[in-house]
């Protein structure tokens, strides 16, 4: 699957669950909205009414008990205007009652009013009926049957307001544990699959970079892993091929180098042996100009033998051909030897030489002319790239296991971008092309073939400082 997929997929679940989660919450609201609102559209105005009604009972009842004994048509009125507006309430609960229940207990209640205001609806036809009326109790059994029957009503509207109450708080409680489940579990679901993505991709990337980095120190050996079939997956094959091809142009580029390097050592010696016979007049005398010329050939040969030298060397420690005759090397007598060979070459640059001094018992296990060759490197460059009136330091340290060469000068210093590159084969920074480009790239080689390392440490227009570290070789 293209990792363009995975993550469209984990992104989709993720949104997918979400969806669900606010369909359900929106759902349970929208219940939740409508008991609430006929909770307060109907129940609470039903029980207000049925109160009212409860209340205006006994009103109507002391109304016909004062016109009976007063005899007063203003009560009548009164009576006759309450159960008008008693008659209206009844009509209108009856359009704000939800269940079964109370619509029955509604008809009921309705019933015995009617009943009740039929008994005592003839208040105003005569003192004789009126007055059976008032004195008989069935008006007043109906009004009681009448009361006990909004009584049961109220009850039944109260245990209907519980009971939606009740609903509404299991429908929030259920909204709420699904919110609270949904949601962790959703963000735990895109954590766990933005994780897993992450990681595949991490470590794939993180491969590709330490292969980048081995390809760039030319130390690339080992394919990368593939994992997958996606974009990292080809992207890790098409390095792979690269890498490949990579290498084998650099096999090829050394066994060109060294056979052109081979071909041209047999030539180049006869031109300088042949210079050194005309610059000796073996032949005979030379005029001044001649001398000059013979002069201009043996220095350009010597050059070009070097090259070709350093391009043999090179290639013989990159492919492991080099012998080296390890011995216990003391460290002061190999940086006496050093600063002496250079040292010729720094006074007529006027430059100065300074140490610290031998190190007492410091020894290496190595090759002492490889070493050597070594730190005349480091000290000819430092001299070559250090203007006149300058100072060229070499320094000693030596530890528990290891000891530290430090070569440090006050020249014109290696960009900042320039100093990956410094040991890199045939290549010279910007305006420092008097060398081949081999130099550092052979000290490279030496001091890990001797298990050290070595650094370039550099500010630019101050000067450099290299340290080669090697093992301390063990007391004898």
Same mark, same amino acid.
């Given at each position: 699957m293209r990792l363009a997929s995975r993550i469209f997929l984990a992104i989709s679940v993720v949104i997918l669950v979400l969806v669900v989660v606010a369909g359900w919450s929106l759902l349970a609201m929208n219940q939740i909205v409508a008991l609430n609102r006929s909770l307060v559209t109907q129940t609470a105005p039903a029980l207000r009414l049925e109160a009212a009604l409860r209340e205006s009972m006994p009103a109507l009842v002391r109304l016909e008990t004062r016109y009976a004994i007063l005899h007063d048509a203003g009560y009548e009125s009164l009576w006759k205007a309450r159960a008008a507006r008693v008659s209206q309430d009844f009509d209108r609960l009856r359009g704000l009652l939800l269940t079964r229940q109370e619509t029955k207990l509604h008809l009921k209640a309705v019933a015995e009013f009617a009943m009740y205001q039929s008994l005592v609806g003839s208040l105003g036809s005569g003192v004789d009926r009126r007055t059976a009326a008032v004195s008989g109790l069935e008006p007043r059994l109906a009004a009681t049957r009448s009361e006990r029957a909004l009584d049961r009503l109220q009850d039944a509207t109260r245990a209907s307001l519980e009971h939606s109450e009740q609903r509404a708080r299991r429908l929030e409680?259920? &909204?709420?544990?699904?919110?609270?489940?949904? $949601?962790?579990? =959703? +963000?735990? $679901? *895109? @954590? @766990?699959? *933005?994780? +897993?993505?992450? !990681?595949?991709?991490?470590? =794939? @990337? #993180?491969r590709l970079s330490v292969a980048t980095t081995q390809v760039?120190?030319?130390?690339?050996?080992?394919? !990368?892993? !593939?994992?997958?079939?996606?974009?990292?997956?080809r992207l890790a094959q098409a390095f792979n091929r690269m890498g490949e091809r990579l290498r084998e142009a650099d096999r090829m580029k050394e066994e060109f180098f060294s056979h052109i390097s081979h071909e041209l050592r047999t030539p180049l010696t006869s031109v300088r042996e042949a210079a050194t016979l005309l610059r000796d007049e073996v032949p005979g005398v030379l005029a001044p100009k001649q001398a000059r010329l013979v002069e201009i050939i043996a220095a350009s040969t010597d050059r070009v033998l070097r090259l070709v030298n350093e391009i043999l060397e090179l290639s013989r420690l990159r492919a492991g051909l080099l012998a080296i005759d390890r011995r216990n090397v003391d460290i002061g007598n190999l940086v006496h030897r050093a600063l002496e060979q250079v040292r010729p070459q720094a006074e007529a640059r006027g430059l100065r030489m300074e140490s610290n001094g031998a190190i007492d018992g410091a020894r290496v296990l190595g090759d002492e002319e490889r070493l050597l060759q070594v730190l005349v490197n480091l000290l000819g460059n430092a001299i070559k790239f250090t203007p006149p009136g300058g100072a060229v330091r070499l320094g000693v340290t030596a530890g &528990?296991? #290891?000891v530290e060469v430090a070569v440090e000068d006050t020249g014109v210093g290696i960009p900042p971008e320039a100093l990956p590159r410094v040991f890199e084969r045939y290549w010279q920074a910007r305006g420092t092309r008097a060398g081949t480009g081999l130099g550092l790239a052979i000290v490279k080689s030496i001091v890990e073939m001797h298990g050290g390392r070595v650094q370039a440490h550099s500010s630019e227009g101050k000067g450099s400082r290299f340290v080669v570290q090697l093992p301390r070789a063990e007391a004898a």
């Open positions: 409680r259920r &909204t709420w544990h699904a919110v609270m489940i949904a $949601l962790p579990a =959703s +963000v735990v $679901l *895109a @954590l @766990l699959g *933005a994780g +897993v993505i992450a !990681v595949r991709m991490t470590r =794939s @990337l #993180r760039v120190e030319g130390s690339f050996v080992a394919p !990368v892993g !593939v994992e997958g079939r996606d974009e990292i997956g &528990t296991d #290891r």
